[in-house]
C-alpha cells in the first residue's frame, strides 16, 4: 500500500552567520574619541572632627562645629547645587595603658559633600571652611555631570570614526560599504575627578564678620578628558584582489 506522500516543506533561509562570507564580506572596525572639556562640578569632601574627655562633650562639640559648617555653607545658594551629610561617628578611645576598659577620650567626625556649580565661589569657600576649628577640607574633585552633552559628543564622535575607519578599509580593497551589522557600545567613560592638595582648618569660625579676613584661593579649573569606544561591523561588497 502506497504511503501518503508528505507536502513539501518550503526551504528554510540560512542563519545568519557572525563572519563574513566571500559574497558578503564584513569589516569589523573600532572607533574611538577623546575630548578634553572644561568641568561642570566640583566637589569639596568635609570633615568635622571633636575631642572630649566624655561623650556628651565631644557630642556637643561636633555638633556646633557642623552647624558652623551648614550655616557657612548655605548662603551660598545656588552656587552650592548640594550639599550632603555622609557618615558619622563617636568613638571611644581606650587608654592603652589601663588593665581595664577605660575611656581616655571620645573622637567625634562628621563628614559632608559640597557639590559647587560656582567657580567663583569655590576659592572663598574653601578657603572659609579651612579656617574653622578641627575641620578639614579635601579637594576640589572636578568632574562633569553624569547627563553632561561632552559624553554624547564624544560617543558620536567615536561612531563617525568607526565609519571613516570602515570606509578606508573597504576602499583599499577596492570595494564600499553597504550595511552596518552591528554597534557595540564599550562605555563612555569620564577620567577620574582630579584633587587639589588637603588643607586643614587652623583657627576658630568667628562669624560673618571673617568673611573678609581670610585670603580666598584662586583655584584654576582643571580639564575633564572624556573616552568613547565603540565596535562596529560592516558588509561589505567583494573586493577586488
Do not use: C
Request: glycine fraction near 6%; charged fraction near 25%; avoid cysteine.
Amino acid at each position: 500500500m502506497d504511503q501518503p506522500a508528505h507536502p513539501t516543506q518550503p526551504p528554510q533561509p540560512a542563519a545568519p552567520v557572525p563572519y563574513g562570507t566571500p559574497d558578503t564580506p564584513h569589516v569589523a572596525v573600532r572607533g574611538e574619541a577623546t575630548l578634553e572639556v572644561d568641568p561642570e562640578i566640583a566637589r569639596l569632601t568635609i570633615t568635622v572632627s571633636a575631642r572630649g574627655a566624655d561623650r556628651r562633650t565631644a557630642l556637643d562639640d561636633l555638633t556646633r562645629r557642623n552647624n558652623q559648617v551648614l550655616a557657612l555653607v548655605k548662603p551660598y545658594g545656588e552656587a552650592v547645587e548640594k550639599l550632603e551629610t555622609g557618615a558619622f561617628s563617636v568613638t571611644p578611645e581606650i587608654n592603652p595603658k589601663s588593665r581595664h576598659e577605660r575611656v581616655r577620650a571620645y573622637h567625634g567626625r562628621v563628614h559632608l559633600t559640597a557639590t559647587l556649580t560656582d567657580f567663583t565661589a569655590l576659592g572663598e569657600l574653601t578657603t572659609r571652611l579651612a579656617d574653622l576649628d578641627l575641620t578639614r577640607v579635601d579637594g576640589p574633585w572636578w568632574g562633569l555631570r553624569p547627563d553632561s552633552p561632552a559624553h554624547g559628543r564624544a560617543r558620536q564622535q567615536a561612531v563617525r570614526e568607526a565609519v571613516q575607519r570602515a570606509r578606508e578599509y573597504a576602499g583599499a580593497l577596492g570595494s564600499r560599504l553597504v550595511a552596518l551589522t552591528e554597534l557595540a557600545d564599550l562605555e563612555a567613560e569620564q577620567g577620574p575627578l582630579q584633587p587639589v592638595a588637603a588643607t586643614r582648618g587652623r583657627s576658630a569660625f568667628g562669624g560673618p564678620a571673617d568673611r573678609d579676613a581670610v585670603v580666598a584661593l584662586d583655584l584654576e579649573p582643571q580639564r575633564q578628558t572624556v573616552y568613547a569606544h565603540v565596535n562596529a561591523r560592516f558588509t561589505i561588497t567583494p573586493p577586488e584582489l
